[in-house]
């Protein structure tokens, strides 16, 4: 049996939205879902419970960085990323697939995988399909990326042909890697760029694999939303049903909700959390730069309707002073609330498929949010 | 009726040290106790349902740094430093005297005050004993303490003399802006360096004023650990009984038990709080560093017989990860784990006393902790 399943139980008459639970050996994880990052070991800021308290029970953590430090055997000797970061929640790993290949002039990419520089001491080191699949058996995670190249955008036809047959032959030897467990399921990645006989070639050929879930990469890397949103839209029907479907990179609001009704299951991104700490708060009603002088004197809360620890409790002048004195507390605050605003709308768009509303839902969260659409 | 009442439960009958209970407008204080110092209204990186949950139930902060910024006026108008920081236990807030006359050649001192330059725009500022009981008044902290100067070690008798001379001139000014009221007591502070008869003048003029607690300042400023604690010997006696006593800026272990013994009742220091961010944990056996290399490797808690969230939840090699990679989450846990120390010890100090086990508690723990005493 698969270590990672997903029960589907309502499908969506209006959109390809679906509502399911995703059943790991961490516990089981309600769809769609957005998982916060946990780079290194750690969601910035906050503490295991305060990401359950707040609704997450998923989180994605990166093989580039956890390899490079503390290494993935110092983990495994700790008895795994679960319990080296205390989080007995699901944990998806990336493949570091992305970061190296981010390292541009640093990295160089042959068959057999890449050769890299370390970015912390400029040390020479090496991903392949099979160094990265080991990587996150030793670290333990519920779903296991393979490694891919996150072809850039923009990249002509060729090189991005060239790119996804290349990701393809390198999940078979991900898929080698690591044999179906009950522990750790793996994931492939459809890439083929903004090509649609790319994508819908690299969709066939993947889920021959038969695996037990699909990402979509290579989106989200710059191009305009119009474009990821037509790629979702030819490329996820590609993909098995019964299967889940995550879409890699993807964080802002309004990218959630045209994810979902697209019949995307899961997300993850930094953008919440990297915001927080530098005093921009995500809210129901468009961004508020906390930072910004115009709150100096502003005793409410960073959103009023909001019902995070953050906004029951401290207001915007109060967080305000606290990121201008670069003090951690002030991460902390904001980092909670951004988390909770997403895992907040991710259950109201459960919550709008569950009653059947979920473009009326999207209608309305666009117009409080200001999105001109 | 004065803000600020000492109740003592019980004398030792070995020691000067008494066990009582500081009745304050935010709650009452077990005591002896150790203050957390949270400068900017926020004790780094921990929340005030943290330090709650770790035994703090009073902290201080710094009259200084809240005057530049966010400015005491913006605090007023959030209804005070407690309601601006969420903090519903009692506060303490120093006078800013000692960080002005730490800046150096940056500032000028007159009889009328302290020009200064602030240390975040090289703006010129101006504190007096009337603008800093003003400040602290805004502020509405539990207890202000009188602006003074902490005479640096070490000083001539002459410049000590003159010094303590003008802080009790300085004092009075002090008492005449904050008039006696129930909701904050002003605190007044002998000076005198290490000459036990300017102590002893200091002390004479100053407990004639009849305040509601006296503070012993410019100790622990690098002078030798027994002359501190003979300064406190031919000191703390000279102070009234019924008045709690306050030792500024003293915070190791060694000091707090010792300090106790010659009759001091309230302590604050940054020690904990600092070395803690810089990857050093205080505990029963010593100080562990557990950013050096030799914990890499090692799965168990900073201290194993430790109570606190941190010993646990989490290993040394966890925490020594997110030290080294300067994640907030190292050193939130490291915070906590260090004040938990304090409060904790605190704690067994008031039993010990309770217990008329005083001296054999001091000389178990300094066995334990490895002082060659």
Request: charged fraction near 25%; aromatic fraction near 10%; glycine fraction near 8%.
């Amino acid at each position: 049996m698969a270590a990672v399943k997903l029960e589907i139980l309502k499908k969506d008459t209006r959109t390809k939205a679906r509502l399911g639970r995703l059943h790991t050996p961490h516990g089981m994880i309600e769809t769609p879902v957005f998982m916060p990052v946990g780079t290194q070991a750690t969601v910035k800021s906050v503490s295991p419970e305060e990401l359950k308290a707040l609704g997450a029970n998923m989180i994605l953590s990166n093989t580039y960085h956890l390899f490079l430090r503390p290494g993935h055997e110092l983990i495994k000797r700790a008895g795994g990323l679960h319990k080296f970061m205390n989080w007995d929640g699901a944990i998806l790993t990336d493949s570091g697939g992305f970061q190296v290949f981010s390292l541009g002039d640093l990295r160089k990419i042959t068959e057999e995988g890449v050769e890299f520089r370390s970015h912390l001491d400029g040390s020479k080191q090496f991903l392949s399909p099979e160094k990265a699949t080991e990587i996150q058996i030793a670290l333990g995670s519920d779903i296991v990326m393979a490694f891919d190249e996150c072809t850039p955008y923009p990249a002509n036809r060729e090189y991005t042909k060239k790119s996804a047959e290349r990701t393809f032959r390198w999940l078979k030897r991900c898929k080698n890697t690591l044999p179906t467990t009950e522990k750790q399921a793996l994931f492939g990645i459809v890439q083929g760029g903004m090509y649609e006989d790319l994508r819908k070639q690299s969709a066939q050929e993947i889920t021959e694999l038969d695996l037990p879930g699909y990402a979509l990469g290579g989106l989200s890397v710059g191009e305009p939303k119009e474009m990821m949103y037509e790629v979702l839209d030819y490329t996820v029907p590609l993909l098995p049903e019964a299967k889940p479907r995550y879409l890699m990179g993807v964080g802002s609001p309004d990218d959630l909700i045209e994810g979902v009704m697209r019949g995307i299951d899961m997300f993850d991104c930094v953008l919440p959390t990297r915001i927080a700490r530098n005093g921009t708060a995500m809210t129901r009603f468009g961004k508020v730069v906390v930072r910004n002088a115009t709150y100096a004197d502003d005793f409410t809360p960073i959103d009023p309707t909001c019902s995070c620890y953050t906004c029951q409790n401290y207001s915007r002048a109060y967080i305000r002073h606290l990121i201008k004195a670069d003090e951690i507390f002030g991460h902390r605050l904001m980092t909670i609330h951004n988390l909770h605003f997403l895992t907040h709308l991710m259950k109201e768009v459960r919550q709008a498929i569950a009653e059947d509303q979920l473009p009326e839902y999207r209608k309305q969260f666009f117009a409080d949010y200001g999105y001109k659409k």
